[in-house]
C-alpha cells in the first residue's frame, strides 16, 4: 500500500493532505473529522483514495471526505468531488456500485406506546412484507417492456402501477426522477438482474427500520417534517440492486479498456474515468440517470410494502396511520449543479460517494414547505444506536459543494466483523435493550453490529461544527429489518 498522506489541522473539525504530499495532486484532499475520529483513519487507505482522487483531471477546489470516510472503490466512501464540465472527467468509483443508494424516511400518526407492545408482530410483518437478503426476489416480477418505463420514471412509474400518491413524489430529491435517463444505454445483463428485484431491500447495511423520535433540536424545522417527540417513523436505506450494480460493472470495464488504448495510466486503476463531455462519459451519465430512477422506484414500491405491514399489524388504512414520506435522498450519485469556484458560479458535475446533498435554506431544489430551512439530511446510525436527521447550512455551499455525510461510516470491515461478533450476543444485547431485530442470515446481524461502525454522535458532531449541517430529531431503533 501507498504511504498513507500526512494531514494538516486547520481548525476543530477540518484537515487538509497538501497538493505537495502526493505527485500528481491538482488540488489540496480535505477531510472533516476531529482529534478522535482521525484516530480510526490513522494510516488508513482510505486516506490514499482521497489524496488519489486530488489526480483526476478538471477537479475543482479540493477533493473532499465527510466524518464518515471509510474505504471503498476509487474514491473513499464519504467522498465527494466536483469536476469542470469542459475538461473533468466522471468516475463511475465516485459513485459506487450501488447508484442512488439512499434513505427514505417516512413519519406515523402512531406513538411509541402503540407500537412498542407489537414491535415483535411488526417487525415480522415487516420483513415477510420487503424481501431482504441477497439476490432476493420482490413480489412484483416486472415485464421485459415494463423496463423502459421504469428506468425513465423513477417513483412515479410505481406511483402510476397504485403503489402510493403523487404526494409521495413531493419529498423525494429530483421529485424522484433523475432527468436525463439514457435506457437504451443499460444492458441487457443489468435489465434481467433488475426484473426481479424491485421492492426489495438487498443485503449488507441495507435496512428498514421503525424508530422513535427520541429529541429535537430544531423546533420549527421539526414541525414542518411532521416530527414531535414520542412519534413513530419509518426509515429505509437500499439502492438500484443488481441492475445498478451491473451498470457500474459495465462502464467501469468500458472505460478501463478506452484508457488502455489511449496509454492513459492512473494513480490507481479503480479511478477508472472518461471526460465528462466524451460519448463514454454521457453514455455513463445517463445510464447512471436510468439506474437512480430504478433505484427511487424501489424505494417506492418499499414505502407501498411498508404501508401493507403496518395496515395489517395495527388493522387501520395507511392514511389513517399517516404514513407519509418525510424526505427521500441519494447518496452514490452524480449530478450537474451550479457552485461558486475560482470567483465566478458555474455548472460542475459533483460526485457524491457515501455522501448526501445538503443545501441550505432558500434553494429552489428543495420542497417549497421545507425551503425556509434547509434540505432533510438522513443519517443512519447502526441498528443499536441513533440515527439523525438534519438541517443542511450556507457553509455547505462554500466547504463542500452543498454536501454532508451519509451514515455513522464502517470502522470494521464486514469480514473483521465477522470474526469479531457472535449473532447471538449481538441479537441479546439488543433485545435487552427492546430492540428486534429480524435478518435473512446471521451474517446480516454480525457484519452490520453497532460495534463495526464509528459513533453517530461523534460524526454529527463534526458535521455540525464544519458549518455543513446541524441537527434537527434524534430517532431511536425499536424494530429492524436486515438483509
Not at 196 to 213: D, I, P
Not at 273 to 284: F, H, I, K
Not at 436 to 452: F, I, K, N
Amino acid at each position: 500500500m501507498p504511504k498513507v498522506p500526512a494531514l494538516v489541522e486547520l481548525d476543530a473539525f477540518t484537515y487538509e493532505i497538501p497538493r505537495e504530499e502526493v505527485p500528481g495532486m491538482r488540488v489540496p484532499g480535505r477531510l472533516f473529522s476531529s482529534a478522535s475520529l482521525l484516530e480510526g483513519v490513522a494510516g488508513d487507505p482510505s486516506l490514499v483514495q482521497l489524496a488519489n482522487v486530488a489526480t483526476l483531471p478538471g477537479i475543482e477546489r479540493h477533493a473532499l471526505a465527510m466524518p464518515d470516510i471509510h474505504f471503498g472503490y476509487g474514491f473513499p466512501v464519504g467522498g465527494v468531488a466536483a469536476f469542470d464540465l469542459a475538461d473533468g472527467v466522471v468516475s463511475p468509483g465516485g459513485i459506487g456500485y450501488d447508484i442512488n443508494c439512499g434513505v427514505r424516511l417516512l413519519r406515523t400518526s402512531l406513538t411509541v406506546d402503540e407500537v412498542r407492545p407489537r414491535i415483535g408482530e411488526l417487525t415480522e410483518r415487516l420483513y415477510r412484507e420487503v424481501p431482504s437478503g441477497v439476490g432476493a426476489r420482490g413480489s412484483r416480477a416486472l415485464a421485459a417492456k415494463d423496463v423502459d418505463d421504469v428506468l425513465l420514471g423513477g417513483a412515479a412509474w410505481v406511483v402510476g402501477q397504485g403503489d402510493g400518491t403523487e404526494a409521495d413524489l413531493a419529498w423525494q430529491e429530483e421529485g424522484g426522477r433523475l432527468a436525463g435517463a439514457l435506457p437504451a444505454e443499460v444492458s441487457e445483463s443489468a435489465r434481467k438482474r433488475g426484473l426481479r428485484q424491485l421492492g426489495t431491500l438487498g443485503s449488507g447495511n441495507h435496512f428498514l427500520e421503525v424508530q422513535a423520535v427520541d429529541e429535537i433540536f430544531f423546533p420549527e424545522f421539526a414541525r414542518a417534517l411532521g416530527l414531535a417527540p414520542g412519534g413513530v417513523v419509518v426509515m429505509l436505506h437500499t439502492g438500484s440492486r443488481g441492475l445498478g450494480h451491473q451498470v457500474a460493472t459495465d462502464f467501469i470495464r468500458r472505460m478501463d479498456e478506452r484508457l488502455r488504448r489511449e496509454g492513459v495510466e492512473l494513480v490507481d486503476r479503480q479511478l477508472s474515468c472518461a471526460p465528462v463531455a466524451s460519448e463514454d462519459g454521457q453514455r455513463y451519465l445517463g445510464a447512471m440517470a436510468a439506474a437512480a430512477n430504478f433505484a427511487w422506484a424501489n424505494r417506492q414500491a418499499i414505502t407501498a410494502a411498508v404501508r401493507r405491514g403496518f395496515s395489517a399489524v395495527f388493522g387501520r388504512s395507511d392514511a389513517d396511520l399517516g404514513l407519509e414520506v418525510v424526505y427521500d435522498i441519494a447518496h452514490n450519485i452524480a449530478k450537474v449543479e451550479q457552485h461558486r469556484t475560482d470567483g465566478t458560479t458555474k455548472p460542475v458535475l459533483v460526485h457524491r460517494k457515501g455522501a448526501t446533498r445538503a443545501f441550505p435554506a432558500g434553494r429552489e431544489e428543495l420542497p417549497e414547505r421545507y425551503r425556509p430551512f434547509g434540505q432533510p439530511v438522513l443519517i443512519p446510525g447502526d441498528m443499536g444506536t441513533a440515527s439523525y436527521v438534519l438541517a443542511g447550512l450556507p457553509g455547505s455551499m462554500e466547504r463542500s459543494f452543498g454536501s454532508s455525510c451519509h451514515g455513522a461510516g464502517r470502522r470494521l470491515s464486514r469480514s473483521a466483523a465477522v470474526r469479531t461478533f457472535r449473532f447471538d450476543e449481538v441479537t441479546r444485547r439488543l433485545s435487552e435493550r427492546g430492540i428486534v431485530v429480524r435478518s435473512a442470515t446471521r451474517e446480516g446481524v454480525t457484519e452490520e453490529a453497532p460495534g463495526a461502525y464509528k459513533d453517530v454522535e461523534q460524526v454529527v458532531r463534526v458535521a455540525e461544527g464544519a458549518g455543513l449541517s446541524r441537527r434537527v430529531a434524534r430517532l431511536l431503533p425499536l424494530g429492524v429489518v436486515k438483509g
